[in-house]
T-cell receptor, first 111, second 115 residues
């Protein structure tokens, strides 16, 4: 059974810092991995999608990497801003199943 | 293009009652997935529908059921509500299903409180 964990559970940083969020999954047989952002009480917004054959994806200040063999992904946020404050979730799509989500990392960027 | 819409946004029910939640996917999307999100368990998959057929089901009791209509709109029903059913219920739509679905687009959710 696929399990996804995320470290740290919560993170508080001053504005302008670069930061890294970590995601680990137990079964490397995945089709893709996706990072989402969730604002309090809201739905999820997709940030980056990495196919299993890819190593990384970039969008603006965000960069996500995938190491399928070790079951790890990282989300790098450059020059953090208060508007980046949210919960970040990673999700993997295993074979024959639907997305499995991690518990999320709650990020606070202080002005 | 309009996003995923969910109704109602908030709902208060008492134990033993039943509830029906509705989800309208993005136009053209044929796959609708439902998730339950709670502080303790996180985001858990309930079921996925594609072209009016349930493709996949998570590990939830039979009190949780759903259906999809020919216009891809979906409903989920929870019967005999329990306090532990209090949660944010999220619906997500995608163009395709299963391993072909790539990204999912989420609605704002329905927050259900069971008293």
């Amino acid at each position: 059974k696929q399990e996804v964990t995320q470290i740290p559970a919560a993170l508080s940083v001053p504005e302008g810092e670069n930061l890294v969020l970590n995601c680990s999954f137990t079964d490397s047989a995945i089709y893709n991995l996706q990072w989402f952002r969730q604002d309090p009480g809201k739905g999820l917004t997709s940030l980056l999608l990495i196919q299993s054959s890819q190593r990384e994806q970039t969008s603006g200040r965000l960069n996500a990497s995938l190491d399928k063999s070790s079951g790890r992904s990282t989300l790098y946020i450059a020059a953090s801003q208060p508007g980046d404050s949210a919960t970040y979730l990673c999700a993997v799509l295993p074979d024959g199943q639907n997305f499995v989500f991690g518990p999320g990392t709650r990020l606070s960027v202080l002005p | 293009k309009a996003g995923v819409t969910q109704t109602p946004r908030y709902l208060i029910k008492t134990r033993g009652q039943q509830v029906t939640l509705s989800c309208s996917p993005i136009s053209g999307h044929r796959s609708v997935s439902w998730y339950q999100q709670t502080p303790g368990q996180g985001l858990q998959f309930l079921f996925e529908y594609f072209s009016e057929t349930q493709r996949n089901k998570g590990n939830f009791p039979g009190r949780f059921s759903g259906r999809q209509f020919s216009n891809s709109r979906s409903e989920m029903n929870v019967s005999t509500l329990e306090l532990g059913d209090s949660a944010l219920y999220l619906c997500a739509s995608s163009l395709l299903a299963g391993i072909n679905q790539e990204t999912q687009y989420f609605g704002p959710g329905t927050r259900l409180l069971v008293l």
